[in-house]
C-alpha cells in the first residue's frame, strides 16, 4: 500500500560537492559490480564504509554469487531491486531475498555468510550498502532480518514521487529499520520526469544519492545515471531538493557520523590495528560466535 503524504519542505537545498562515478570491480568469486563508495570516501561519509550497484541481465557477471566470507565489526544492507539470491549464515539464520526485498545483517562480533543466486538467467540488480558500527557495539552479537517487499512502508507526493522508506522516517513515514547511533536514512525515490521532491537532512549528517535510472538535477547539478553525488555539508541547508530531468530512480542514503577511528582489513572493520588482528585470529581459530 502506498501512502499520500504531505511533503516536506527544504528552505535552502544542499548542493553537490562532488560527482562519483564508481570502480567496476570482481567481488565474491567473479560477481561484476560497480563499487561507488570506495574506502578513500570512507572518512568523508562515516558512518558508511561501502557502496557496492550491481545490475546484469548476463548470467556470467552474477552467477557465481558470493560463497562464505566472514565480517565483523559493522553491519551489511543488501536491497534486492530486482532478482533472487540466497543468504545462509553461521548463526544458523537463512533467508531469500527478492524483487524489492532487503536483507540487513548485524555482523556484529562476527559472522560468516554466503550469498548466493537462485536464478541462472534474467536480471540481477541491486545494492549492498556497508553502515559501520560504533566501538561500543562491535562485538554485539550477531542479528540478521529479512524485509520483503510488502514489509517496506511507501508513500507518494503530489509532486510526483514516490517512496520506499528502507531506514529511517521520511515524511512522517517511519522506515523498515531504525538505528540509534548512525541514524540512517535509506530511501529509493521513484520520480515522473519533471517531478520534484524534497527531504529533510540534519546539518552534521553525511548524505549522498546514486542514480540508476534517468538523471536529475541537485541545486542545478546534472547528476547522469550511475553516478553518485556527495550533498554538501552546508551549514544553512536543512535539506535536499531533487528535480528529475527525465523519468528517473535514486537511492538518498544519509547518516549522523560516529567520528571515530577506521581500521579495516579487508571484510573486518574495527577501530585499531590490534582489533584487527585479533579479528584475524579469531576467524583463523573459528571462534566467531555463532
Not at 560537492?17 to 561507488?36: S, W
Not at 531504525?178 to 541514524?183: F, M, V
Request: with cysteine; charged share 20%.
Amino acid at each position: 500500500m502506498t501512502e499520500q503524504v504531505t511533503a516536506e519542505s527544504v528552505r535552502r537545498g544542499r548542493g553537490v560537492e562532488r560527482l562519483i562515478n564508481g570502480q567496476f570491480v570482481m567481488d565474491g568469486a567473479g560477481v561484476k559490480i560497480n563499487r561507488v563508495l570506495t574506502q578513500g570516501l570512507q572518512r568523508r561519509l562515516d558512518p558508511f564504509l561501502m557502496l557496492d550497484a550491481f545490475g546484469s541481465d548476463k548470467p556470467g557477471d552474477y552467477i557465481a554469487g558470493f560463497p562464505e566470507h566472514p565480517h565483523r565489526g559493522f553491519e551489511t544492507v543488501s536491497y534486492m531491486i530486482k532478482g533472487s539470491m540466497r543468504h545462509r549464515d553461521s548463526a544458523g539464520n537463512e533467508g531469500l531475498i527478492t524483487d524489492g526485498g532487503v536483507q540487513w545483517m548485524t555482523a556484529g562480533r562476527g559472522v560468516a555468510h554466503s550469498e548466493m543466486p537462485e536464478q541462472t538467467d534474467g536480471l540481477m540488480e541491486g545494492f549492498q550498502l556497508w553502515l559501520n558500527l560504533p566501538a561500543k557495539d562491535k562485538m554485539t552479537a550477531p542479528w540478521y532480518r529479512d524485509i520483503p517487499s510488502e514489509a517496506i512502508p511507501r508513500f507518494s507526493t503530489a509532486s510526483g514521487a514516490t517512496v520506499q522508506v528502507i531506514a529511517g522516517a521520511s515524511h512522517g513515514v517511519a522506515g523498515a529499520v531504525q538505528r540509534d547511533h548512525t541514524e540512517p536514512l535509506y530511501l529509493d525515490i521513484e520520480l515522473a520526469a519533471n517531478a520534484t521532491f524534497e527531504q529533510l537532512l540534519p546539518p552534521g549528517h553525511n548524505a549522498f544519492i546514486y542514480v540508476f535510472r534517468g538523471q536529475v538535477l541537485v541545486d542545478e547539478s546534472c547528476v547522469a545515471q550511475s553516478r553518485m553525488a556527495i550533498l554538501a555539508n552546508n551549514p544553512d541547508a536543512d535539506g535536499v531538493r531533487i528535480v528529475a530531468a527525465q523519468p528517473s530512480r535514486l537511492i538518498l542514503i544519509a547518516g549522523r557520523p560516529l567520528n571515530e577511528p577506521i581500521a579495516q582489513y579487508g571484510p573486518f572493520v574495527m577501530n585499531t590495528q590490534d582489533e584487527l588482528r585479533q579479528a584475524v585470529e579469531d576467524f583463523r581459530a573459528g571462534t566467531f560466535s555463532a
